[in-house]
C-alpha cells in the first residue's frame, strides 16, 4: 500500500504560479512512477504530467507542456507540479497518483494508488 497527501492547491490569478507537493508514505516510494491527474467539475478526470521512478523520463499533457513541470525527490518521498502561466481552464481537483511499472501511461485506471486530491482555481 502507499498513501498519498496532496498540498499546494488555492486560488492564483491567470498568470500566476503554485507549486502542487504530493508526499508519499508506505512501501518503497522509488519504485513507483508517478502522476498528476486533474478534474473539472463535470468532466471526466484527465492526465496532466508523470515521471519515471527516478525521475529521469516525463510525460505531459498537450494542454500544459511548457508551462508545467513534474519533478520528483525520492529522498524526501515527494513528487511535485509546478504550474507556470496558469489559465482558467487549468481550474480543477488535481490528484496524485502512483503506478509500478511504465511512467508513460495516461489513463486512470493504469494507476493504482490516488491521493484525495487538491483544488486549484485561477481567476480571470
Known amino acids: 500500500q502507499v498513501q498519498l497527501v496532496e498540498s499546494g492547491g488555492g486560488l492564483v490569478q491567470a498568470g500566476g504560479s503554485l507549486r502542487l507537493s504530493c508526499a508519499a508514505s508506505g512501501r518503497t516510494f522509488s519504485a513507483y512512477a508517478m502522476a498528476w491527474f486533474r478534474q473539472a467539475p463535470g468532466k471526466e478526470r484527465e492526465f496532466v504530467a508523470s515521471?519515471?521512478?527516478?525521475?529521469?523520463?516525463?510525460n505531459y499533457a498537450d494542454s500544459v507542456k511548457g508551462r508545467f513541470t513534474i519533478s520528483r525527490d525520492n529522498a524526501k518521498n515527494t513528487v511535485y507540479l509546478q504550474m507556470n502561466s496558469l489559465k482558467p481552464e487549468d481550474t480543477a481537483v488535481y490528484y496524485c497518483?502512483?503506478?509500478?511499472?511504465?511512467?508513460?501511461?495516461?489513463?486512470?485506471?493504469?494507476?493504482?494508488?490516488w491521493g484525495q486530491g487538491t483544488q486549484v482555481t485561477v481567476s480571470s
Open positions: 497518483a502512483a503506478r509500478s511499472g511504465s511512467y508513460y501511461l495516461t489513463a486512470p485506471r493504469q494507476y493504482d494508488y
Open positions: 515521471v519515471s521512478w527516478s525521475g529521469g523520463s516525463t
